[in-house]
């Protein structure tokens, strides 16, 4: 018997759930067309939700690999600089790959003992996404509790470096970058451009704009409704519930 659940990520299996297919459907494509973006919405808008649901099509597809992970649990002390970041990411990576997808932990942890800054940590990546023969998508949920700016914005910018490399031939990267957060991101970019005339450039203007409406529509809502009455058995009009809960 499933169940309604408040308190974290849905699981199709376990939950009633809300039908979100058709968004995955139109993310999905913006991963074909190797895109990179923010999905940026206030909390609880089923943002860690929907990477889940994403992981698991990508996975589904033979032909990708998603890594998926979090800024959350990093602490402060990883954020302070490139030599404690670029590591603690990397083995972040690989052990998203440890759990999910086994076979390719390896070929990160093989890279780790040479990793203490951007540049190391994005040789190790070339190296790393040249032996998957498989299209590797990023999704970093949280990207808020990235704690210093200076380097998240370096972050970001050696990923928009390896993605216009990429472009041109001369480098390998992700087929997508998708980040999960609060904030868009240009705001934070705004920030810093005020205190410090230098950052003129906009890391991370490779991304496109996430449009896709988050919200639960009626119609929906009705999906998930359905889902309750063909299990149960219990009767109601759920037409008008959809509306009472969209209201
Ligand atoms: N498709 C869905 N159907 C029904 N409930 C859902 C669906 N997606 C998410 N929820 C519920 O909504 C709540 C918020 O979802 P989720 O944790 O994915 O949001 P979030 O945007 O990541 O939140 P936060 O910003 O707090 O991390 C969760 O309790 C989850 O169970
Ligand atoms: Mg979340």
Redesign the pocket.
Known sequence: MKS???????IPEE??????SKKIDTIMQMVEKKECFV?N?????????????LLRRLLSNGEYLPIKISFEGYGDAVFRTEESFCPAFLLDMANDFNTQKQGYSSIFLEQKGEVNSFNSLSYAISVILSKIPKKVVLMI??VDKSSNNELFLHFLGMLRTKYLNAREGVDITFQSVIL???NDIKSLKQRIRDDSKTQLNSPWNIAVDFEID?T?KPE?IAT?LADYVAETGIQMDIKAISERIYF
């Not at 939950?15 to 979100?20: E, F, I, R």
């Not at 919405?41 to 649901?53: D, H, M, V």
């Open positions: 309604f659940h408040i308190t974290g990520t849905c939950n009633y759930m809300v039908d979100t999905i919405r206030p909390r609880q808008y089923g943002k860690t939700t929907t990477l889940f649901l949920d949280e999960a957060g609060l988050m639960f929906e998930m």
